[in-house]
């Protein structure tokens, strides 16, 4: 994990590892916690989309992927927050119809019946349990933006995927916009640029 200081005093951006994303889950006080983690860490919603998804939201594509629709994503333009449709990982579907099962969750219900804020504080909780758990005191740091960071993060620097592609998916609307996710490489991406010319 790196931490990386902001303009306010105290607070880090968090740049996570999928291993440390695993930590956070195995931290997680209840399933519905554990889905608010995935849903942060591996569809990239932010803390105020979370509490919109539900069960109806969820649809197959006709290569048998599927997709969790947004309804309102992040206004960036000042015409109210557009719909979008974010990529729906097998393993985070399966855990969102086991979640569906097991709470007899409606179609039409929220799958996380909380506010922004509730959303927020279960990361925050989830976080400083992994703290206990693991020892390492940089997860007091974590907040649900750091999982959405490593949600890009993965995509495009990790796989390498189109800018283009991930923007669609994640809801941003410029390069500017996830141009820092570019400019942090993580340990395992350094150490194979160096391997690969030979150093």
Do not use: C
Not at 27 to 38: G, K, L, N, P, T
Not at 87 to 116: C, G, H, M, W
Not at 130 to 155: I, M, P, W, Y
Not at 182 to 198: C, H, K, R, S, Y
């Amino acid at each position: 994990m790196r931490l990386e200081a902001t303009s306010a005093e105290g607070e880090f951006n968090v740049w996570l590892t999928d291993a440390e994303i695993e930590d956070l889950r195995r931290a997680a006080a209840s399933y519905r916690d554990d889905v608010i983690i995935q849903l942060g860490a591996y569809v990239g919603l932010r803390a105020f989309e979370i509490p919109q998804v539900t069960p109806s939201d969820i649809s197959e594509t006709e290569s048998g992927q599927y997709r969790l629709r947004v309804p309102k994503g992040k206004d960036t333009t000042g015409n109210g927050g557009k719909p979008r449709d974010a990529y729906l990982p097998d393993d985070v579907e399966r855990s969102l119809q086991q979640f569906q099962n097991a709470e007899n969750i409606a179609p039409k219900n929220s799958f996380v019946d909380l506010t922004e804020r509730g959303v927020r504080a279960v990361v925050k909780r989830t976080a400083e349990a992994a703290v206990e758990e693991t020892g390492d005191e940089d997860f007091q740091h974590v907040s649900s933006h750091d999982l959405r960071r490593r949600f890009a993060q993965r995509l495009l620097v990790d796989e390498n995927m189109n800018p283009r592609v991930v923007m669609q998916v994640g809801g941003w609307d410029s390069f500017a916009a996830i141009e820092p996710y570019l400019n942090a490489p993580t340990p395992e991406v350094v150490d194979e640029a160096f391997v690969d010319v030979g150093l």
